[in-house]
Antibody, heavy 121, light 112 residues
Framework: VQLVESGGGLVQPGRSLRLSCAAS????????MHWVRQAPGKGLEWVSG????????GYADSVKGRFTISRDNANNALFLQMNSLRGEDSAFYYC???????????????WGRGALVTVSS | DIVMTQSPDSLAVSLGERATINCRSS????????????LSWYQQKPGQPPKLLIY???TRESGVPDRFSGSGSGTDFTLTISSLQAEDVAVYYC?????????FGQGTKVEI
């Protein structure tokens, strides 16, 4: 399993950024995917999840209405569109795989190395 | 949201000694339909992403040394490292995946 994030960088408050995750080594269209973030030196925060077929999507309250998760199963890719970015969104964003995204769900079994997003003027 | 609280925030253990980390959830993560606890443990070493250690509260992920064990049910859980090795220095997180949003404990730093 390989998960490789891209698209991070420095962005001004209020602007947008789109993260991508390239997945390989497993049947991408059979598995749920998530974004989990971690501010430097801080703990882990689940951001968003999407089921294998995009039928179920969920967000943390802190990003609801600003972030949009999506996936392209034909190209084994996961995305996170981040709009109206704030300083508190600065973090490493990890692309993470799990068996299912439901309620209840399943554990997060494979993590990418993360992409750093810095929101600052 | 389900709040996950770990204790202690940090601990120092001698090499070869036992390390115990506790995790409490604000509501039960035991699913009555299958009698499974929707609780996992992750290890994060400096500069690395988290790594899954334990899921269903007590099932060790493939490749994880058997000195790592998980126990507990309902709202109270424990991660035990039976004989601490130098490579176990890390921050450990518990996580519930019973309800959305999935939530993590604040982390416990384990040092020698």
């Amino acid at each position: 399993v390989q998960l490789v994030e891209s698209g991070g960088g420095l962005v001004q408050p209020g602007r947008s950024l789109r993260l991508s995750c390239a997945a390989s080594g497993f049947p991408f269209d059979n598995y749920a995917m998530h974004w989990v973030r971690q501010a430097p030196g801080k703990g882990l925060e689940w951001v968003s999840g999407i089921s294998f077929n995009s039928a179920r999507i969920g967000y943390a309250d802190s990003v609801k209405g600003r972030f949009t998760i999506s996936r392209d199963n034909a190209n084994n890719a996961l995305f996170l569109q981040m709009n109206s970015l704030r300083g508190e969104d600065s973090a490493f964003y990890y692309c993470v795989k799990s068996e299912i995204f439901a309620e209840p769900a399943s554990h997060l079994d494979n993590w990418g190395r993360g992409a750093l997003v810095t929101v600052s003027s | 949201d389900i709040v996950m609280t770990q204790s202690p925030d940090s601990l120092a253990v001698s090499l070869g000694e036992r390390a115990t980390i506790n995790c409490r959830s604000s509501q039960s993560v035991l699913y009555s339909s299958n009698n499974k606890n929707y609780l996992s443990w992750y290890q994060q070493k400096p500069g690395q992403p988290p790594k899954l250690l334990i899921y269903w509260a007590s099932t060790r992920e493939s490749g994880v040394p058997d000195r790592f064990s998980g126990s507990g049910s309902g709202t109270d859980f424990t991660l035990t490292i039976s004989s601490l090795q130098a490579e176990d220095v890390a921050v450990y997180y518990c996580q519930q995946y019973y309800a959305t949003p999935q939530t993590f404990g604040q982390g416990t730093k384990v040092e020698i």
